[in-house]
Structure formats: structure tokens, C-alpha cells
């Protein structure tokens, strides 16, 4: 019988760091390098109340439970013990396959926590869930702003800037992130099921299109590439440009003003109105 080929790519699936499984049964309590390494039940891991992803693609939770089911745990969870609980730190999708394939027990290395008080322990475990999932690209635009919006609600911060500083980012990009939240509805629930873009920056391009039906359009032409971030921004700049400078038309014979806002018309579209009311005003007053 010829030997089964390994899926590489399947194999490093079952965990995101570079740690290799032995065929040694981890004990209950074993230290290594500083790190305790146990075997916890399934059940007594709580999720990490301020996580930020909303949802698992369920394909992927099935194909990571496969290579487990195959190939073992290579990376063990991380979990906090704090008042005799274990708080999950890393591993969500990890912890997941072990409950699809029914399994009793799952390795874990422990980070020992000082019990908080609840505010600042809801921002602790809101930083170690956020930091952990933008530090592996894990979180969609939307989830992030929706944790964030949820930090911010919960006055874990006193404001903005403190926020940006505790995850080691600009108050611009912080600014920026929760601006998805103000994106029309329909785009704000393909964000949600098909996670199609993780562009911050075109999606805050984006919500600047004051008219919905051109922004629904702008990001659909986005995602399906048709357009790119810069044809967004010239698009935005064009408009501004106009909205700054509204277009006057003058007769001689009598005073006559036109003014029209053109900040959700195209170049062509103003030329040809432009065009237009001039015939008439030579018509009408020459």
C-alpha cells in the first residue's frame, strides 16, 4: 500500500504557531521554559467574553477539526486561570474542532491572572482577545469596530486616544476603524456573512459617499475589483472639489444667478447641465 502524502498546509491549519507535537501525553501540570502546559477539560474552558469575532466560517471550523482528528493538536490553546476559571486567550477555532469532534480533553498552556475588579478585568481579557486577533489578521473591519464600539460604550477608556494607545495603534486608525459602523446597512451584512474585504482604508473611502446608492455601488465595484482604493479616493476628491466651488451661470441682459449642488454628479454630468442651462440663458437673454 503505497504511504499517504501529508497536506502540509492542512497539518500547520490545526495551529498558528510553530510548536511540533511529540508522541509524549502531556501531564496534567508540566513546566517548560517558564510556560505550564496541562491537559483541561473541554467543557471547563469559558470563551473570552470581549470576543471581538462574531462568527466562525463553519467549512473551515470542519476542515481544521479533520486535520485534528488526523494529525493531533500541534499548537496547544492558551487559556487564563483566573478565580479558578479558565478564560480562553488563543486558540478559539482550535478549542471549537475539539467540541465538533466530541472530544473529552484538549493541551492548554496556562497564564496565571490576579483577580480584578470587573471593569478593568473586562478591559484586560477586551486587549488580549483584540490584540491576539489583529496581531494574526484574523478580524474582519466590522468585527473590529463592533469590539471596539463596545469598549468604547462600556467606558473601559476614557477616550479615543487612550483606546489607540492600549492597542498600540493611531487615534486615526482607531477613528477610522469605527467609521465601518456608519457604512449603509446592506454593505454592513455582506461585511458580516462574506468578510469580502479586510480594507479599512477604501471602507472608510468608502462611507464618505453621502448618497447610499452610489456608496452600495462603489463597494460592490470595490470588492469585485472592477474599482481599486485609488480610483475611490479621485472619485471622493472630485466631488469635494465641486461641492467647495458650486457652478454660477450669469446672463448680461438681466441678473440672473443659477446655483446647483453637483457633489453627487459626475464631471460629465455637470458639463452637460452646465452646457445646457447656458443655451437656455443665451436664448432667453441675449
Given amino acids: ?120 478585568s473586562d478591559k484586560a481579557l477586551f486587549e488580549i482577545a483584540v490584540m491576539e486577533n489583529t496581531q494574526r489578521d484574523n478580524l474582519n473591519p466590522l468585527e473590529l469596530a463592533l469590539s471596539l464600539r463596545q469598549a468604547m460604550d462600556k467606558k473601559l477608556y476614557k477616550n479615543m486616544e487612550e483606546l489607540a494607545n492600549a492597542l498600540g495603534k493611531s487615534k486615526s486608525y482607531v477613528s477610522k476603524v469605527l467609521k465601518v459602523l456608519s457604512l449603509d446597512d446592506e454593505i454592513i451584512q455582506d461585511l458580516s456573512r462574506n468578510k469580502s474585504t479586510n480594507d479599512i482604508e477604501s471602507l472608510y473611502e468608502i462611507q464618505k459617499i453621502e448618497n447610499k446608492k452610489d456608496q452600495i455601488k462603489t463597494y460592490f465595484d470595490f470588492i469585485s475589483k472592477k474599482i481599486d482604493r485609488k480610483d475611490i479616493r479621485e472619485k471622493n476628491r472630485k466631488k469635494v472639489s465641486h461641492a467647495k466651488t458650486p457652478y454660477s451661470f450669469g446672463g448680461r441682459a438681466k441678473k440672473v444667478k443659477v446655483e446647483f449642488d453637483v457633489s453627487d454628479l459626475t464631471d460629465d454630468m455637470v458639463n452637460r447641465i452646465k452646457n445646457e442651462i447656458e443655451e437656455v440663458l443665451k436664448k432667453y437673454l441675449a
Fill in 1 to 120: 500500500m503505497a504511504k499517504r502524502k501529508l497536506n502540509a498546509a492542512m497539518i500547520l491549519a490545526a495551529g498558528e504557531d510553530a510548536h511540533l507535537q511529540t508522541k509524549e501525553k502531556v501531564s496534567h501540570a508540566k513546566s517548560i521554559n517558564g510556560e505550564t502546559f496541562v491537559e483541561l477539560s473541554v467543557d471547563e474552558i469559558l470563551n473570552n467574553p470581549m470576543q471581538p469575532r462574531m462568527q466562525i466560517d463553519k467549512d473551515e471550523l470542519k476542515e481544521l477539526a479533520r486535520s485534528i482528528k488526523l494529525h493531533g493538536l500541534i499548537q496547544p490553546i492558551a487559556v487564563i486561570k483566573a478565580d479558578d476559571k479558565y478564560i480562553l486567550k488563543a486558540g478559539q477555532r482550535r478549542w471549537l474542532a475539539h467540541k465538533e469532534l466530541g472530544l473529552k480533553t484538549i493541551k492548554a498552556i496556562v497564564q496565571e491572572e490576579t483577580i480584578l475588579p470587573k471593569k478593568e
